[in-house]
């Protein structure tokens, strides 16, 4: 049912309430009238290591994952829970590799990294490309997805459900980092409680259907009865392996995405780079640990909606709900909880939304501003810089309210969507950094081959199966309209993070290749300050990140 009960609406009330007061209390108490843009556009110095590794979730976590990944989660299972389990690994290399390099060199910005290490046309080349990439892919998706998913739950106009969730996320972020840091806590607080709220009741009402109590009884009749959904590596025969592709999972693409989003994207490393280095890597290791319980969060319930499902617990609203979009699957769930639970619930996925919508057009602001804007007027005061930033928040949220629903984002599903798109940039982009953070050769028209070339490598990669196919078997009489209906074609598709792994090989090899010509050349290079020190832990870390990396091996040794 479609309706928040008053209770429903008491309990958002209050979260709204707590955000807000909260918001402006650390803005009147930390805002500075002489502030500087780094100090509003990063909270320089000022956000401690559990504001960090929380605004870290919270900016990650959004309707990308609990609409979209839930309905990953009805569709194939456990495996969707790969990116969570394997960005807890990842955050632990992006803190002991990446972040020294970030913050000895004195980097804020990824824009300014590449001008630093290569030049200015390569900076201002990528400076475009993710400012489209945020807004286009990630802003709009995170709006799109939000906006069913409370439509879905509350009844309210669609549209209507945009702009709300719009302004509040524009709110926020006009205070600038240091709000949106520490009133994350706050959203990730909320989040957690109602998700786990949410997987409980769902998880009681399995095993209630199956005639016994409690969650524990649920959870085994769930794997007992549908284990081909808690398998972490997909077979061939599953029709999600072209999401999943077996150990790919473990060895290829899959670490491409990740540490592309953890360590080289201006929206999640802005949480560290105003930090010192201990704080940074203290933050992103509380965020390793978080993001362990995220599948709990975010996956289960899509599996407790797919055993309903097939059991045909749920009414004829819902089961049409569902099998019209799988991604549908968290909203009805949040409709079958009670009155009041629903409202946290609620209030858990409008936090989850709201605080990776400020965090995104944080990052859209910061970059623009810092990286476009000053580059065309260098003699800006801060104010101005500190302006132009809260006028490229609403801009860019209009934007989004506009475009999102033209995108196509629901036929494709959420997740899949946004992973897709980043990824026909993320390869060339990786390649980019790593070569430039660990190897001085590493030159700027290699990096322009690895930038341009790594994205219509992705393109010809997509398409090129397609093509190859009817080529191949045409002249043995298959005719599109045949390859279409017997699916052949989608059995040689090249599954997006094989695609991913094969277009870093090929920009490794090129920018090895270019850079040793450059060299031989005599062109100079922009080397980074590293020393191996930089790479050293304290045994908090270090015990820490054993623990993190031991759970993760117990977890796929279990779920293999």
């Not at 110095?45 to 990953?72: C, K």
């Not at 009805?74 to 020294?100: D, N, Q």
């Not at 623009?368 to 104010?383: C, V, W």
């Amino acid at each position: 049912m479609k309706t928040l009960s008053t209770s429903d609406y008491a309990v958002f009330i209050v979260y709204f309430l707590i955000v807000a007061i909260y918001g402006y209390w650390v803005y009147r108490r930390k805002h500075n009238a002489d502030a500087t843009s780094k100090d509003y556009f990063l909270a320089e110095g000022s956000l401690t290591w559990w504001a960090i590794g929380a605004s870290l979730i919270a900016s990650n976590i959004s309707a990308e994952q609990f609409v979209a990944m839930s309905g990953n989660g009805f569709t194939m299972g456990l495996a969707i829970s790969a990116y969570e389990w394997m960005a807890a690994a990842t955050l632990i290399i992006v803190a002991i590799f990446f972040i020294p390099v970030y913050l000895k060199n004195k980097i804020f910005t990824m824009p300014q990294f590449l001008h630093q290490r290569y030049n200015s046309t390569v900076a201002m080349i990528m400076a475009i490309f993710w400012l489209l990439l945020y807004v286009i892919v990630n802003l709009t998706s995170i709006l799109y997805l939000g906006a069913i998913a409370i439509n879905g739950i509350s009844g309210i106009n669609f549209q209507l459900c945009l702009v709300l969730l719009a302004v509040f996320a524009v709110i926020i972020t006009l205070g600038g980092m240091k709000v949106i840091g520490y009133t994350d806590v706050i959203q990730v607080f909320f989040l957690i409680l109602g998700g786990l709220v949410t997987t409980y009741i769902a998880v009681t009402q399995v095993s209630e259907h199956f005639g016994t109590t409690g969650v524990g009884n649920g959870l085994s009749l769930m794997y007992t009865k549908f284990n081909d959904h808690f398998h972490m590596i997909l077979k061939k025969d599953n029709p999600s392996y072209i999401d999943l592709p077996g150990l790919t999972v473990l060895l290829g693409g899959l670490w491409i995405t990740n540490l592309n989003y953890w360590g080289c994207n201006q929206y999640i490393t802005q949480r560290a780079l105003g930090a010192n280095l201990k704080t940074a890597r203290g933050g992103i290791l509380f965020a390793a640990f978080l993001k362990l319980l995220m599948p709990v969060i975010v996956v289960l319930p899509g599996i407790a909606a797919y055993v309903l499902y097939k059991e045909n617990v749920l009414g004829p609203n819902m089961t049409n709900s569902l099998a019209e979009n799988h991604d549908n699957a968290y909203p009805v769930l949040l409709n079958l909880l009670p009155s009041g639970f629903k409202g946290l619930s609620f209030a858990a996925l409008t936090a989850a939304v709201v605080a990776s919508l400020a965090g995104k057009a944080n990052s859209i602001a910061t970059i623009f501003t810092l990286d476009i804007y000053k580059k065309i007027k260098p003699d800006a005061p801060d104010y101005k810089l500190v302006n132009v930033g809260k006028i490229t928040v609403v801009v860019a949220m209009v934007l989004g309210i506009i475009i999102s629903p033209f995108l196509g984002i629901d036929k494709k599903g959420g997740f899949t969507f946004i992973q897709e798109y980043t990824g026909f940039v993320s390869p060339g982009i990786f390649a980019m950094f790593i070569l430039g953070f660990f190897w001085k050769k590493a030159s700027s028209s290699a990096a322009l081959f690895s930038t341009i070339g790594g994205f219509i490598f992705s393109v010809i990669f997509k398409l090129m199966p397609k093509f190859v196919d009817l080529a191949f078997l045409a002249p043995f009489g298959f005719s599109k309209q045949v390859l279409q209906e017997d699916k052949v074609t989608y059995l040689y598709e090249i599954p997006f993070l094989d695609r991913m792994g094969f277009v870093f090989i090929i920009c490794v090899i090129g920018m090895w290749i270019i850079s040793t010509l450059d060299y031989k050349k005599g062109k100079v290079t922009n080397g980074l300050e590293i020393d191996v020190s930089m790479f050293k832990t304290n045994k908090a870390f270090t015990a820490g990140a054993l623990i993190v990396c031991g759970i993760l091996v117990a977890l796929y040794t279990l779920l293999w």
